[in-house]
């Protein structure tokens, strides 16, 4: 689950916590509860404000020959030892066994 980073204007506070995408947490009861944190003397229905403090992280998947032209090899597991290199070009051996030389 992604973390985020709520501040409290009531007591100056930023509290990290995890929850779903599909979540906005809009108090500090909510934040503290989440958190598994004590509310302190802060009022509980007191507003919070989600901050970005990081960029989030994104994964883009790569095709084959993609994978191949960045200069990466893709093995296969198609038996015991034996994997087939899905990246190699045409006239290329498709099949590498284990314990040989590439």
Same mark, same amino acid.
């Given at each position: 689950m992604p973390i985020y980073e709520y501040y409290c204007d009531a007591n100056g506070e930023t509290v990290e916590v995890s929850h779903g995408v599909d979540r906005e947490l809009?108090?500090?009861?909510?934040?503290?509860?989440?958190?598994?944190?004590?509310?302190?003397?802060? %009022?509980?229905? !007191?507003?919070?404000? *989600?901050i970005l403090t990081r960029a989030?992280?994104?994964?883009?998947?790569?095709s084959n020959a993609e994978l191949r032209d960045l200069g990466f090899k893709k093995l296969v597991r198609r038996d015991d030892?034996?994997?087939?290199?899905?990246?190699?070009? %045409?006239?290329? !051996?498709?099949?590498? *066994?284990?314990n040989e030389e590439t």
């Amino acid at each position: 689950m992604p973390i985020y980073e709520y501040y409290c204007d009531a007591n100056g506070e930023t509290v990290e916590v995890s929850h779903g995408v599909d979540r906005e947490l809009a108090t500090w009861l909510e934040v503290c509860y989440t958190a598994q944190r004590s509310l302190g003397e802060t %009022d509980p229905m !007191a507003p919070v404000r *989600r901050i970005l403090t990081r960029a989030p992280a994104v994964s883009v998947t790569k095709s084959n020959a993609e994978l191949r032209d960045l200069g990466f090899k893709k093995l296969v597991r198609r038996d015991d030892g034996v994997y087939e290199d899905v990246t190699a070009r %045409d006239g290329d !051996a498709r099949i590498v *066994r284990a314990n040989e030389e590439t």
